[in-house]
């Protein structure tokens, strides 16, 4: 996807986040990655894809998530979620090379409860966002 196509898909200005923010995806096995960039519409998030976790995901259009911050109290279940963008980033020389995936994703029909819950962590990490890179 050309990047500017992906900034213009977005609906609201994301905010960046420092890694302290924990996504768990529905797989057997679960899958647990750290997300970077929330919106209240959508958000985006990395995770190492050793063994088959990638396999899990397959070709998997919808995801149901669980959100959860360290040490923060916050925690939000059974989030339901489009998958938008589905890439392996490059490691630049890194020993050894570990395979990193960044999957975005559009929330899909959030309950009220849910996006109270959402809008208030993006606007919890307002003053230290940045404009994010497209995805």
């Known amino acids: 996807m ?3 196509t992906a900034a213009n898909r977005r609906k609201e200005e ?4 420092d ?19 929330i919106s209240a519409t959508g958000m985006a998030f ?16 919808r995801l149901c998530l669980d959100l959860f911050a360290a ?4 925690y939000l279940r059974r989030v339901s979620a489009r998958v938008v963008s589905n890439i392996t980033l490059c490691t630049d020389g890194g020993l050894p090379s570990l395979p990193i995936r960044r999957i ?9 409860t849910q996006q109270i819950q959402i809008n208030a962590l993006s606007r919890s990490r307002k003053a230290t966002s940045r404009p994010s890179p497209p995805s």
Do not use: H, W
């Open 104 to 112: 975005g994703v559009a929330f899909d029909k959030p309950s009220l």
């Open 46 to 61: 990395t995770f190492v894809d050793m063994g088959d976790a990638g396999q899990r995901l397959g070709g998997r259009e």
């Open 14 to 17: 994301r905010t960046v986040f």
């Open 2 to 4: 050309d990047p500017s």
């Open 19 to 37: 890694n302290q923010v924990y996504v768990v995806i529905d797989t057997q096995p679960e899958i647990v990655g750290q997300m970077i960039e």
């Open 71 to 74: 040490g923060q109290g916050y």
